[in-house]
């Protein structure tokens, strides 16, 4: 349901009732000032419960994530890299798909990323010698939305990955969360791919192994929270502190969220105003993740020195 | 209160009584698919109820005003250009200053009408012979935001005021509303410049004609409505249903926002996801109109043909 | 050769020496402020003079094409439409393919021009009632350069045409030129495709007919000159000067150039300091001929309003 | 003369007969892979062979600058700091000006940089406790340029100093240069202030000690090569070469340029191709610097923990 859509495995999870969910295993791991939560969806009872398919998701958060702490950076970014690296297959080309809009700033996040991502695949000739054999042949595009093009995200990337035939796609994207507090602090790696309608875009179509033919990583963070969401959350709150034993509520608060909210609040999204600034850092540290990920046998130097 | 903020008299005086406010004079007047409502505040009892100075602020509205209609931008650009004509002294250089921050996607509005506006006073010299005597000295400027320059704007503008001595300043700035459906649909411009606290960014200082020492003039249009306003909206309404006489909830209901609500949304703010496109094509807006009312005496072609 | 690089038929063929070249044709007419320019290379004797495929290549210019003045505007964008409907299918959906870097802003001409396409091919179910039947399927994608996503622009290209099978495919690109007089005043139409070698990021591959298997219009604006072609320019009219009977000192001439010349001065561009501006305003009259050469059932105003 | 027009007073001292002129003093110095070269014009004889003020103007180059490479950064950077910090008076508040237009990419250089300072100069009351009494207060802007903002620059810093009243300006502009090779690749500080008629974006008024009342500190980078300089170059070199004694042509020469070269290339200017991306780094290195030279008492990590 739209008023507390999350693309958050975590909040589903939650929703769902935590760590009993059949069908769900979750692990909660602590690092410094981070928490990695794995969220695994084994079977259908799981895939049911949560609205999301089989699969692992992993998340990492920390509420200082958006403020620039280089050590924090680093455990963030080593974190996404040994994750992203444990997911895809060891060897063969990878090509980084940046979803959504780059003129939205809250849709913007896979766009920039692929700004950042080392791109190698088309040096193979030309690679200088003291590089020869240790880069990964890494490829990067932000095909842009159905509004933007004509053409459907999943159609664009099918004809790109059946012509340069990558072995694996990572597929970043901008989430929409059920907390504000999970804006910018937040990123999930899933091995799921991309699910229709998710993301702040809202696909229409899948991008995953099916569809594809590849493993497909997908890598999000929240940038925004429905409006609807909010004050859905309100009501409830209202509600606890009003009867605090009102499980039979939940039909009327239903159907008073929908009569009274969801007309007034439509698709607005609630965002930080600072969410220009935001996503920027963020993209910045998916980028630097993943191109840890991809190229293990360069120095942290060296990827820069390589950037176009 | 911030959780309820408004920088449009329209809603303050709706929130206060409406019509029958002492002090304050409305009058609405329709004009096609716009709607034109003046707000006067005539005396203190006026000022204190609406938490706004004397002064005439001009309200023009239509739920389409976000969309790309020619005729319906036709008349809200003419409408806009009169208002400010009937505000400004009919001779003398313009200072029109764009408020709030270029990297802040709903607080960019002023910068961005600044960019349209048709800048003349360096011209005076070589003013090509077919325009002599017909332009009005304009000069522009966006000075920044407190956290950016590090400089109060007032401190900023008053420096320029005394330097470059223009007869009138227009300040333009993004407001943030009450209604969500107010966003991008609504400009409002008052002959009482621009008040401490107000717009999306928040301005320590105000910028008026006791601080310049000439008649200020603002226009802006709301960007964004608070997350908590819209929290509390939903549970007042709420509070309506289970209680339609529920008067003596008000407490109670201040009691549960502040404790329920705003330390959750803090300073988040709920905004159209496509609030990157609306804000451009509003800044457009603005800028056609006050050109149009600075430049009486060029022709509508000229304008664009004179731009930088 | 490098030194004197020209991506313009009209220039080439002036280079060639002009009309009376063997196998190419030459007309041209006056319209208003503007030059209609077509050079028709007809068999492999022009194609090898030119150096450029057979084909029709129809150059429109006007010194002040970079000014903003209606009257002009609309002749330049009333003449490409009719020369682009001229060479398109009369039915059938197109591909509108924005070449260049966007982050390169001599380069970034073909992704703003993307900006403004009309993008229709995704409105087929929901197509307002009053649209029924007037809209032509039109998609856009602007596929990034190869130093950017590791991929050809020709295997982007290819993938997409197939998975979502245009009729033909219009391909826009900043050009280099060898006249600094022609940048942003003059835009090529020509129905030969883009040739590898081509445009001012030098595509590697072609996109042509032969390599996407349907017809493909190109459309360029020159936006720079090689520094080198200046310098070669500049030393040709000095032996002019000195030696006014100088055919003999022509080989002289390029070895000069080769060892002064090309070594100090490799890949820098002239460009004008407005080219920010420029770029900008080009890409609008491009994308506003394409709209109306591609939606001849629309009106002018309902174009604006149906952009997203 | 603006055939050979440079801001770089070590390419005017070049030109002028190098390290004998009197009235002018030079030291080189090597610091890895860099040169430092100071130029100290100590008398009106220096000044007018030069066309520069009297002061002292130090110049950093390396061929690699523009390539991000840790090591050379960090030298880069720590030299510029250093250079900075010699001129600038111990205490006192600084303003941060930055000349040029945004908008243009080869004269954004200043706003950039300015976009990369720490301002701290508004932060007083509310320092963190554990900053007290280690910030300098830094105030920035980017106060526009005369086409675009109607108003002279130095009347707009000048309201901003009379309001703020720093002890000392730093102003960072883009520079022309002489020499292609330069652009991007050198760095020049100097404590004489911006003088009229230099930068990218010609300043009419000078900004300096005499017309603001406290210390200026100049800081720029070449980005620009006026296209007349190249061609005149190439010319020179053809006329040495086929004429080797040929002092008795600089004459002719002269008038050739006049009529042959400037006519046609009027204020075009030769600049990389990727002077987007140049640009961005250079402003990226000289923030670094100003940063380091303003905040001695912060740690490299705390400034970007501090940025806005």
Redesign the interface.
């Given at each position: 349901m739209r008023n507390s859509r999350s693309d958050l495995a975590l909040e589903a999870s939650a929703l769902a009732g935590g760590a009993d969910v059949p069908g769900v295993r979750m692990e909660q791991l602590r690092l410094g000032e981070m928490t990695e939560t794995v969220v695994e969806i084994v079977d259908e009872r799981g895939a049911g419960a949560l609205g999301k398919p089989c699969g692992r998701y992993v998340t990492l958060e920390s509420s200082q994530l958006h403020?620039?702490?280089?050590a924090l950076e680093e455990i963030a970014v080593d974190r996404l890299a040994q994750t992203l690296a444990g997911m895809l297959p060891e060897l063969g080309a990878v090509l980084v798909i940046g979803l959504g809009n780059r003129?939205?700033?809250?849709?913007s996040l896979g766009p920039r990323v692929v700004?950042g991502v080392l791109?190698?695949?088309?040096m193979r000739e030309n690679t200088p010698a003291s590089l020869k054999g240790r880069l990964r042949?890494?490829?990067?595009?932000?095909?842009?939305v159905?509004?933007?093009?004509?053409?459907?995200t999943a159609?664009?990337v099918?004809?790109?990955?059946?012509?340069?035939r990558p072995e694996a796609v990572i597929a970043v994207d901008a989430l929409a969360a059920r907390e504000?507090?999970r804006i910018c602090t937040t990123m999930q790696i899933a091995d799921t791919g991309i699910q229709p309608g998710s993301g702040?875009g809202n696909h229409r179509l899948g991008l995953n192994e099916e569809s594809l033919g590849v493993p497909v990583i997908a890598v999000g963070v929240p940038m925004?929270v429905y409006?609807a969401t909010?004050?859905?959350?309100?009501?409830e709150?209202?509600?606890e502190?009003?009867a605090p034993d009102g499980e039979e509520h939940a039909g009327a608060l239903d159907a008073?969220v929908d009569r009274?909210?969801a007309r007034?609040?439509g698709?607005?999204?609630?965002?930080?105003?600072?969410?220009?600034?935001r996503v920027t850092r963020m993209a910045d540290l998916l980028a630097l993740g993943i191109n840890r990920a991809l190229q293990p046998r360069l120095d942290k130097?060296e990827i820069?020195?390589l950037?176009?």
């Open positions: 403020m620039p702490e280089p003129r939205i700033t809250a849709d700004d791109v190698t695949r088309h042949a890494v490829s990067a595009v932000a095909p842009g159905l509004g933007v093009t004509g053409m459907e159609e664009v099918r004809g790109i990955v059946e012509h340069t504000t507090a702040v925004v409006a909010i004050a859905r959350d309100a009501l709150l209202l509600m502190d009003l008073l009274v909210v007034r609040l698709d607005l999204v609630v965002t930080p105003r600072e969410v220009d600034e130097d820069p020195a950037m176009h």
